[in-house]
């Protein structure tokens, strides 16, 4: 069964920090391109930052100073670190995969996606 799972998320407060992850089962993340995408309430899902199959890495200037994104083969998991969160960075956090991806950003290119997990800032 293919299936991707987010985990990692929680409430945390301003100026923090968290890591999620996102594990694999059922196929090789490997061999897929991996992007994270976030969705607040009332907003459609943004593309946040990606990573490819040779370590080239894409992401949105809202975020690459703040996001950070890591394989670990091993685990057949990615990471996407994020620093210095802010209220904004308030959503749902979801993980997807794809074979072919030309719009690393973009949700329509992805084949898998996990579920999600919520991430909160509040004070």
């Known amino acids: 069964q293919v299936q991707l799972v987010e985990s990692g998320g929680g409430k945390v407060q301003p100026g923090e920090s968290l890591k999620l992850s996102c594990t694999a089962s059922?196929?090789?993340?490997?061999?897929?391109?991996v992007g994270w995408f976030r969705q607040a309430p009332g907003k459609e899902r943004e593309g946040l930052i990606s990573?490819?199959?040779?370590?080239?890495?894409h992401y949105s200037n809202s975020v690459k100073d703040r996001f950070t994104i890591s394989r670990d083969t091993g685990r057949n998991t990615v990471y996407l670190q994020v620093n210095n969160l802010e209220s904004e960075d308030t959503a749902v956090y979801y993980c997807?995969?794809?074979?072919?991806?030309?719009?690393?950003?973009?949700?329509?290119?992805?084949?898998?996606w996990g579920q999600g997990t919520q991430v909160t800032v509040s004070s």
């Open positions: 997807a995969a794809g074979f072919i991806v030309p719009e690393r950003l973009k949700v329509y290119d992805y084949d898998y």
């Open positions: 059922g196929f090789s993340l490997n061999s897929y391109v």
């Open positions: 990573i490819g199959r040779d370590g080239g890495i």
